[in-house]
């Protein structure tokens, strides 16, 4: 199989399973598990689903403001600043690529990491 990344933007509420089951958004508890806290998801398209809580934390980040947007740009960025060093210190880069490969890689995360001090100057005038 093949690796997928999906960005989709929703409405949620918070809501429990059992409420999820009352509404009938979510199966029954049929294999009697605890229940669970959760969202209530509503798609682009209307389609309406239950998320237990832990499920939905790691797929979305609230995106209400423009702060929240910048935050979820900041941490998405950090995240993979923190990858592309990781890769810098594995056989692979050393070894492997060649220098022009090994020097694009340099100015990627230079100039990756330039544009999160822009966003985090940019968060900084936010919160003023």
Known sequence: ??????????LAE????CDAVEQGIARSNSDNHEWR???????????????PENVFTKAY????TPLDRVNIEIDNLSDK?????AFT???????KLNGFERELMYKQFNLMTEY?????????LMKE
């Open 116 to 124: 999160r001090q822009c966003l985090i100057e940019r968060k900084r």
């Open 14 to 17: 918070p809501m429990n399973e």
């Open 1 to 10: 199989m093949k690796k997928y990344i999906g960005v989709k933007e929703v």
């Open 81 to 85: 600043i923190e990858k592309l060093f």
């Open 89 to 95: 210190k594995t056989d692979t880069f050393i070894h």
């Open 37 to 51: 806290h959760g969202y209530k998801v509503v798609y682009e398209d209307g389609y309406t689903s239950w998320s």
């Open 61 to 64: 980040k609230i995106a209400n």
